[in-house]
């Protein structure tokens, strides 16, 4: 199955051909190299790796005019101007869970290809998605018409689910940051899911996601006491994600509105992440208001 618009089909095939390589090319970076990212957090050999990889292939693509990364300050023109051109803009997060390579976890690359220039708002998206790197590689892809999961081997993609959903029927939960900096509403609503669900915390976001679209539930890395804006990055996991999950029936916030629909100021914003099924992210919203 391949995506209908071509410049879509050839960012995800460029992606699915290169995780395999990603995927390999872990052993021997798992060290941290001097440098910080724009978020100020320290880079993985990998992470400067995967960026450069990807940021080559994807720029070279017809069709992307941008290209931005969490692992570099600037956008990077490659092409027309998607603000006056029919040219997209993609955003990746290179490698998702980065920190897992010491511990040799889950993590995963994720991608958004937006219709406007960077920073844009997620509803100008017009695919998203994800690779997971876990026991076996795949990759899951979001368009106007479906959700739909693969296996990557080889450079191959091998289609597993034609139109994945979020399960009706919550089962799993996970969420980031630490309980004495949960703000208090957000404690209360917490203390509620976890007396209804089973934890599922592993530190990739992209792992703990596949889980909730696997088996139901909710994801959030919310609003800390500390860090008002959370963790996660809005152009790079918070808009890409929030479409996923949007698109296979699910609902994303910022704990007040969708997470597609919040204004970016900068290229590296920061954003409070909540995705999951409906009845979970009403809760939790009316939980914040
Ligand atoms: O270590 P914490 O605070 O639980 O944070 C985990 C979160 O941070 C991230 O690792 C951030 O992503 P990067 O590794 O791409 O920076 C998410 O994947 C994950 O959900
Ligand atoms: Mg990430
Ligand atoms: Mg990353």
Redesign the pocket.
């Known amino acids: 199955m391949t995506v209908s618009d071509p410049v879509v089909e050839e960012v995800v095939a460029t992606i699915s051909r290169s995780a395999t390589e990603i995927r390999q090319g872990l052993i021997g970076r798992r060290g941290t190299v001097d440098g910080e ?1 724009p ?1 100020g ?1 320290t880079q993985a050999e990998a ?1 400067v790796w995967a960026d450069e990889l990807l940021g080559d292939r994807l720029a070279s693509i017809d069709g992307v005019g941008q290209y931005a990364s ?1 692992e570099r300050p600037d956008v990077v023109d490659c092409g027309d101007d998607p603000a006056t051109s029919d040219a997209y803009a993609v955003a990746v ?1 290179p ?6 390579l010491k511990s040799n976890n889950a ?2 690359t ?1 991608f958004g290809v937006y219709d406007a220039a960077l920073p844009a708002r997620g509803e100008t998206l017009v695919a998203a998605g994800y690779v997971l790197y876990g026991p076996i590689t795949t990759l899951v892809i979001a368009t106007d018409e479906t959700v739909a999961e693969y296996e990557l081997s080889g450079g191959e993609r091998r289609l597993v689910e034609r139109d994945v959903t979020v399960p009706e029927e919550p089962v799993v939960y996970g969420f ?2 630490r309980v004495p900096d949960w703000p208090d509403d957000f404690r209360a609503y917490a203390r509620e899911i976890e007396r209804e669900l089973k934890l599922r ?1 592993g ?4 792992g ?1 996601v596949n889980q909730v679209l696997t088996y139901g539930g909710t ?1 959030g ?1 919310p609003a800390l006491e500390s860090r008002p804006a959370g ?2 990055r809005l152009q ?2 918070g808009n890409p994600i929030g479409y996923v999950v949007e698109q296979a029936g699910g609902r994303s916030s910022d704990g007040e509105r969708s997470l597609l629909a919040v204004e970016p100021d900068e290229l590296h914003d920061r954003s409070p992440l909540h995705v999951g099924n409906d009845e979970l992210i009403d809760r939790l919203e009316a939980a914040l208001a």
């Open positions: 990212n978020s957090e992470d969490e997060d490698l998702d869970g980065s920190s897992n993590m995963g994720i980031g940051g915390y530190g990739a976001l992209i703990d994801f890395y963790k996660l790079f996991e």
